[in-house]
């Protein structure tokens, strides 16, 4: 059951980093100031670095969304990092939580991968529709920030809407790609 727990608690985490790169980041760096010390990347840079840098990139996250070029770039910047954000906030998560999960790597590898399937599939819904709604980013801000802090408070929960998001996820690519073949070709 623990294991269990340790399991949605950091997919919870890691379908986060999929919607958004810095503001899980931070949230869990401000939650748990110890941990930047204990992450092997981050270990090796001053921590007022880390949280100048990780402000500065959230706040491009939640302000810079609301345009078509903001969009463009985050779509761009998440679409490269969000693996790793993934992984590395599963892997954080398990070790906050002190459970004994072995061996570590492999979670850090399903939350890598469910971090970059969610932002794949939002990055084809961005260039279908062109551009993604108002309502969608701001929801979507809202989720990453929920996401975060049910990891650590309510895994369950957590876990739950990060599998409800997987199979949205599924769903929505399937539809995404049967689009994209009954869409006629151009000669």
């Given at each position: 059951?623990v294991?269990?727990?340790?399991?949605?608690?950091?997919?919870s985490a890691?379908a986060?980093?999929?919607?958004?790169?810095?503001?899980?980041?931070l949230?869990?760096g401000l939650?748990?100031?110890?941990?930047?010390?204990?992450?092997?990347?981050?270990?090796?840079?001053?921590?007022?670095?880390?949280?100048?840098?990780?402000i500065?990139w959230?706040?491009?996250?939640?302000?810079?969304?609301?345009?078509?070029?903001?969009?463009?770039?985050?779509?761009?910047?998440?679409?490269?990092?969000?693996?790793?954000?993934?992984?590395l906030?599963?892997?954080?998560?398990?070790?906050?939580?002190?459970?004994?999960?072995?061996?570590?790597?492999?979670m850090?590898?399903?939350?890598?991968?469910?971090a970059f399937a969610?932002?794949?599939?939002?990055?084809?819904?961005?260039?279908?529709?062109?551009?993604?709604?108002?309502?969608?980013?701001c929801?979507?801000?809202?989720?990453?920030i929920?996401?975060?802090?049910?990891?650590?408070?309510?895994?369950?929960?957590?876990?739950?809407?990060?599998?409800?998001l997987?199979?949205?996820v599924?769903?929505?690519?399937?539809?995404?790609?049967?689009?994209?073949?009954?869409?006629?070709?151009?000669?």
């Amino acid at each position: 059951m623990v294991t269990l727990l340790a399991v949605l608690a950091a997919l919870s985490a890691s379908a986060a980093a999929g919607m958004r790169i810095g503001v899980p980041l931070l949230i869990i760096g401000l939650l748990y100031r110890e941990v930047w010390q204990n992450l092997p990347i981050i270990s090796q840079i001053h921590p007022q670095v880390i949280l100048a840098i990780l402000i500065s990139w959230s706040l491009f996250e939640l302000f810079g969304s609301k345009n078509v070029l903001g969009q463009r770039i985050n779509q761009l910047i998440q679409l490269i990092f969000s693996p790793l954000v993934g992984s590395l906030l599963a892997v954080t998560v398990i070790e906050i939580t002190e459970i004994d999960f072995s061996p570590v790597w492999i979670m850090g590898l399903v939350g890598g991968i469910l971090a970059f399937a969610i932002k794949l599939v939002q990055v084809g819904w961005f260039f279908r529709l062109r551009r993604l709604p108002i309502w969608f980013i701001c929801a979507e801000d809202i989720l990453c920030i929920i996401l975060v802090l049910f990891a650590f408070n309510a895994p369950q929960n957590g876990g739950l809407i990060a599998l409800i998001l997987l199979w949205l996820v599924i769903r929505s690519s399937t539809a995404w790609r049967r689009w994209y073949l009954d869409k006629p070709q151009k000669p």
